[in-house]
């Protein structure tokens, strides 16, 4: 067999870099390509049948090229000395002590990963910044590098992600851009050429931008930050939607009629979730801080401000509806993960409201199709931004609240129930036998649509006293004095 053409290797094996290099094997099988990750249990899970994150298609892509050109393996060291390409795909998450806490971006992983590439490497490479970072990070990685490099010579790039979970073999199989950004120097443009080579086999020329390293950097923050606000600026309606009787779906779709504007992206919701947007948001918040822009960091906080007062109006919708108080009543969550077609909980809206009706001290049964009981668990008992860090993959769920219960049948989640939250739009709840659900329930009988999925006046037609997002409000409801 003819020696692979590269070498690539990835560090981190989550949720962008196993995805995005099984796309890379399976369209250049003349590359050689290795994930690597500290974490023994998700590289175990990655070589098994039963891959650690759940993304359609992904299955079969992995399938086509592991052990022929796609390898996962926690022989990290070796693998990264061995390498012409490394990818640099680990945890980014928010800080959660010291300068910046709760904003600023955490580079541990980052730094300690570009430290041992040039502790084990032996030979020129290219390394590409894949994890989300902030603007100038490059620029710090380089230092690292250079400090350490025994004569070796480093390239940077900046070659930022752009799959949405969910979604993420159709976004790697026709992305609507790859972006690759890089010094203009001689190596600096050698090295955008090798890995434009890469993207190229599948990637039209023209859909292939490259830039300088800092637009690269933060073209990705504010794409996340530009995609967040239309959420916001869409929630934020809907409040206002609920206030005079408009309907926030028909003001989205007239709206997104303008084709300055377009349609996507304007689905109002319980509030934006994952692992991303307001992670990025913050960090942009402190870079614009530290850059003493504050009216511009003011600017953006608002974007994240009006996610969070999402998600509390919902919960005390709820709370407001049922007599003032869910204290002993059955609640049931359909819906955990932070959008459909994921089993991703990471920053979900389901946890905000979770914690919304437990401090009114509800009893939540829930149900997600994709995420078992010990994730949702855990995501309840851990504190704000610790979800991100890598340890968690190792943990086995903190202390666990009593007041939850987990159902394997969305029917039996919601049978005596008082009243149900749909909080993520999983196709199943468009087409639930809803009249069954309401024959089991306790009544009144409440269901509050953080999705907009169910045909609100099929269900009030069927005695349901319902509460979908940013629509006309059901008198029961626009007859209580709330405040939120
Ligand atoms: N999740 C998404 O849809 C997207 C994420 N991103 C960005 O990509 C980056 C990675 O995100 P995810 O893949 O979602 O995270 P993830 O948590 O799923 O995966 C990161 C992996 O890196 C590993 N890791 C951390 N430090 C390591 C080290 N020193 N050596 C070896 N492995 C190490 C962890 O064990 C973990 O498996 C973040 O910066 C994120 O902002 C960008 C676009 C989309
Ligand atoms: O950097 C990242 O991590 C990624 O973040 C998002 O992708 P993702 O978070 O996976 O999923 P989205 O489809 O963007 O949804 C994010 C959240 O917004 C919500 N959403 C989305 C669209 C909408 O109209 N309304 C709405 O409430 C979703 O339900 C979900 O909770 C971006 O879409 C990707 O381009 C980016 O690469």
Same mark, same amino acid.
């Given at each position: 067999?003819?020696?692979?053409?590269?070498?690539?290797?990835?560090?981190?094996?989550?949720?962008?870099?196993?995805?995005?290099?099984?796309?890379?094997?399976?369209?250049?099988?003349?590359?050689?390509?290795?994930?690597?990750?500290?974490?023994?249990?998700?590289?175990?899970?990655?070589?098994?049948?039963?891959?650690?994150?759940?993304?359609?298609?992904?299955?079969?892509?992995?399938?086509?090229?592991?052990?022929?050109?796609?390898?996962?393996?926690?022989?990290?060291?070796?693998?990264?000395?061995?390498?012409?390409?490394?990818?640099?795909?680990?945890?980014?998450?928010?800080?959660?002590?010291?300068?910046?806490?709760?904003?600023?971006?955490?580079?541990?992983?980052?730094?300690?990963?570009?430290?041992?590439?040039?502790?084990?490497?032996?030979?020129?490479?290219?390394?590409?910044?894949?994890?989300?970072?902030?603007?100038?990070?490059?620029?710090?990685?380089?230092?690292?590098?250079?400090?350490?490099?025994?004569?070796?010579?480093?390239?940077?790039?900046?070659?930022?992600?752009?799959?949405?979970?969910?979604?993420?073999?159709?976004?790697?199989? %026709?992305?609507?851009?790859?972006?690759?950004?890089?010094?203009?120097?001689?190596?600096?443009?050698?090295?955008?050429?090798?890995?434009?080579?890469?993207?190229?086999?599948?990637?039209?020329?023209?859909?292939?931008?490259?830039?300088?390293?800092?637009?690269?950097?933060?073209?990705?923050?504010?794409?996340?930050?530009?995609?967040?606000?239309?959420?916001?600026?869409?929630?934020?309606?809907?409040?206002?939607?609920?206030?005079?009787?408009?309907?926030?779906?028909?003001?989205?779709?007239?709206?997104?009629?303008?084709?300055?504007? @377009?349609?996507?992206?304007?689905?109002?919701?319980?509030?934006?979730?994952?692992?991303?947007? =307001?992670?990025?948001?913050?960090?942009?918040?402190?870079?614009?801080?530290?850059? @003493?822009?504050?009216?511009?960091?003011?600017?953006?906080?608002?974007?994240?401000?009006?996610?969070?007062?999402?998600?509390?109006?919902?919960?005390?919708?709820?709370?407001?509806?049922?007599?003032?108080?869910?204290?002993?009543?059955?609640?049931?969550?359909?819906?955990?993960?932070?959008?459909?077609?994921?089993?991703?909980?990471?920053?979900?809206?389901?946890?905000?409201?979770?914690?919304?009706?437990?401090?009114?001290?509800?009893?939540?049964?829930?149900?997600?199709?994709?995420?078992?009981?010990?994730?949702?668990?855990?995501?309840?008992?851990?504190?704000?931004?610790?979800?991100?860090?890598?340890? =968690?993959?190792?943990?086995? @769920?903190?202390?666990?609240?009593?007041?939850?219960?987990?159902?394997?049948?969305?029917?039996?989640?919601?049978?005596?129930?008082? @009243?149900?939250?749909?909080?993520?739009?999983?196709?199943?709840?468009?087409?639930?036998?809803?009249?069954?659900?309401?024959?089991?329930?306790?009544?009144?009988? %409440?269901?509050?649509?953080?999705?907009?999925?169910?045909?609100?006046?099929?269900?009030?037609?069927?005695?349901?006293?319902?509460?979908?997002?940013?629509?006309?409000?059901?008198?029961?409801?626009?007859?209580?004095?709330?405040?939120?």
């Amino acid at each position: 067999m003819a020696p692979p053409s590269l070498k690539i290797c990835c560090i981190g094996a989550g949720y962008v870099g196993g995805p995005t290099m099984a796309m890379i094997a399976l369209k250049c099988p003349d590359v050689e390509v290795n994930v690597v990750d500290i974490s023994k249990a998700r590289i175990a899970a990655w070589n098994s049948d039963n891959l650690p994150i759940y993304e359609p298609g992904l299955s079969e892509v992995v399938e086509a090229c592991r052990g022929r050109n796609l390898f996962f393996s926690t022989d990290v060291e070796r693998l990264v000395a061995d390498c012409d390409v490394v990818f640099v795909s680990v945890n980014t998450p928010t800080k959660t002590t010291g300068l910046g806490a709760g904003k600023a971006a955490d580079l541990t992983y980052w730094e300690s990963a570009a430290r041992m590439i040039a502790t084990v490497s032996k030979s020129d490479k290219i390394v590409v910044e894949k994890s989300t970072v902030p603007v100038k990070t490059a620029e710090a990685i380089e230092k690292v590098l250079s400090h350490n490099a025994k004569g070796i010579k480093f390239q940077i790039l900046s070659n930022p992600e752009f799959l949405a979970e969910g979604t993420a073999i159709q976004d790697l199989a %026709f992305p609507d851009r790859v972006l690759i950004g890089g010094r203009d120097t001689e190596g600096g443009q050698k090295a955008v050429n090798t890995l434009k080579s890469v993207y190229a086999r599948w990637v039209p020329e023209d859909k292939i931008i490259t830039t300088g390293l800092w637009s690269a950097e933060l073209s990705k923050l504010a794409a996340n930050a530009i995609l967040a606000q239309r959420i916001s600026s869409v929630n934020a309606i809907s409040a206002l939607c609920e206030s005079t009787g408009a309907d926030v779906s028909e003001v989205a779709f007239a709206i997104g009629k303008d084709t300055r504007i @377009g349609p996507k992206f304007l689905q109002s919701s319980v509030g934006f979730g994952g692992s991303c947007f =307001q992670k990025d948001i913050l960090n942009l918040v402190y870079i614009c801080e530290c850059n @003493g822009l504050s009216e511009v960091a003011h600017y953006w906080k608002q974007v994240v401000a009006i996610n969070d007062y999402q998600k509390s109006r919902f919960a005390k919708r709820v709370i407001s509806s049922m007599f003032n108080t869910v204290a002993g009543k059955k609640i049931a969550i359909l819906g955990f993960a932070f959008k459909k077609d994921t089993g991703d909980t990471r920053e979900t809206p389901a946890i905000d409201v979770c914690h919304g009706l437990l401090g009114d001290r509800a009893v939540l049964t829930i149900f997600d199709p994709q995420v078992p009981e010990e994730q949702i668990r855990r995501d309840l008992s851990m504190n704000k931004f610790e979800w991100d860090h890598p340890h =968690q993959l190792h943990s086995h @769920g903190g202390s666990v609240t009593s007041k939850i219960e987990y159902a394997t049948d969305v029917y039996e989640a919601c049978k005596g129930a008082h @009243g149900i939250c749909i909080l993520t739009e999983w196709e199943m709840f468009r087409n639930l036998d809803y009249q069954r659900i309401y024959d089991n329930m306790q009544k009144p009988a %409440f269901l509050f649509d953080g999705r907009n999925i169910v045909k609100v006046a099929d269900m009030r037609k069927m005695g349901f006293i319902v509460y979908s997002i940013g629509k006309p409000l059901d008198p029961w409801v626009k007859d209580l004095q709330i405040n939120i």
